[in-house]
């Protein structure tokens, strides 16, 4: 109770007159106004709202707005009227402040997919923090991750309170898409259970748009190990289907931990208009394998014998000519590198990263343009790797 007579004290919305003493000269509020509208990607109106019931301050108010999206206000029912209460990361604003603000949609964005290994103890605290620091060192605007257990899960939302957490669930182990706040926005999301699953799986369908680029984005963890094959083609076709499904005018994202071997997809068929961006790329031999036990000491294998498979893959079905969409200009891997002081690389699975011009189909299909000086880390592996 004391704790929340604090917190009426430091956000009172009653609008008494003592409170305007503390009202900035007209310039500052301006500043402050236009400041707020960036960070949140809102206007002015909607600024000077949040702003004027904390008090103008900044950090209170853009933590309120993003709190009020993602349904993380509290209203307490104890005083004479329901006062809300506002909790978020302080870190917010500064990380958001970090970034280049503008009043214009992106033209470009990154796309991560990432299966995090959460099952593994082993420096677990330190793989999921060096997971955290790839994902901000590459500026990533979309992220898929795999294997996301509870507490691995809570960390990233610590150490990462620039994006948005979409959770595929809360037991045991599941995906998660992280929507960066400030350059992609979260519309709708759905949650599909595979009915053949004995492992929990399902499909994360995520409705989200950049500027004028609407997205569905589908991340999974489809069924493991080569004993359900019957399973994983099924669920795979489901997603297959799901792509094609999507409205006109949408780009459709779908990639994970697929678990996936070349004669799979033969036997799900891939339909026509959705590509495979590692081919799409170029094929390039060092991004090849994202599950490589010759390179990845995370998981050993005795014997001579070590597997390599492409287990990780990212889909792309894009819109007609007329529609902006996702243009891949590279496809690079990351996690390449040993967690510091550990013989632990980040996850036994290697990351995929696929950087994104948003512009329009070409006649002849999507346009690839190979980027040859792109920020990959790819370049550091002459084979890669695979999981679960």
């Not at 509290?74 to 917010?92: A, I, N, R, W, Y």
């Not at 060096?130 to 509870?150: G, H, N, S, Y």
């Not at 706040?181 to 409705?207: I, K, W």
């Not at 995370?298 to 996702?326: I, M, Q, W």
Request: with cysteine; hydrophobic share 35%.
């Amino acid at each position: 109770m004391e704790r929340q007579r604090e917190h009426r004290e430091e956000i009172n919305l009653s609008g008494d007159s003592d409170e305007d003493d503390n009202v900035p000269d007209v310039a500052t509020c301006q500043k402050l106004v236009e400041q707020f509208a960036e960070l949140t990607n809102t206007d002015e109106a909607c600024a000077q709202f949040y702003l004027q019931d904390r008090q103008w301050d900044l950090e209170r108010a853009v933590n309120a707005f993003f709190e009020a999206k993602t349904g993380g206000i509290k209203v307490l029912q104890d005083g004479d009227e329901p006062e809300v209460v506002v909790t978020f990361d302080s870190k917010l604003v500064s990380v958001l402040e970090e970034g280049v603000m503008t009043e214009e949609a992106p033209k470009k964005f990154c796309f991560m997919t990432w299966n995090i290994d959460g099952l593994d103890e082993k420096n677990l605290k330190k793989r999921t923090k060096a997971v955290a620091t790839i994902i901000d060192r590459e500026k990533a605007d979309i992220v898929f991750l795999q294997e996301a257990i509870p507490n691995t899960f809570t960390y990233l939302e610590q150490l990462l309170p620039q994006f948005l957490f979409i959770a595929g669930g809360v037991d045991n182990y599941f995906t998660l898409t992280l929507l960066r706040r400030t350059t992609v926005h979260f519309d709708d999301q759905t949650l599909e259970p595979f009915a053949n699953t004995s492992m929990g799986r399902n499909l994360l369908c995520v409705e989200a748009h950049i500027g004028d680029l609407k997205l569905h984005l589908l991340n999974s963890h489809l069924e493991s190990t080569a004993e359900f094959t019957r399973e994983r083609v099924e669920q795979l076709k489901l997603a297959f289907t799901k792509m094609k499904g999507a409205p006109p005018g949408v780009t459709t994202l779908f990639g994970g931990d697929l678990n996936l071997r070349d004669k799979e997809v033969v036997q799900a068929g891939l339909p026509q208009g959705v590509v495979d961006l590692w081919e799409a790329c170029g094929q390039r031999p060092e991004c090849r394998y994202t599950w490589d036990t010759t390179r990845n000491t995370n998981r050993e294998f005795p014997g001579r014998f070590k597997p390599r498979l492409r287990f990780d893959r990212v889909y792309l079905h894009a819109p007609s000519c007329s529609t902006p969409t996702a243009v891949p200009l590279h496809f690079g891997l990351v996690g390449l590198q040993r967690v510091t002081n550990t013989q632990s690389f980040p996850s036994d699975h290697w990351g995929i990263v696929v950087h994104f011009e948003i512009g329009k189909k070409g006649s002849g299909g999507i346009g690839v343009v190979p980027s040859t000086n792109g920020p990959s880390t790819s370049s550091q592996a002459n084979s890669l790797k695979r999981k679960r």
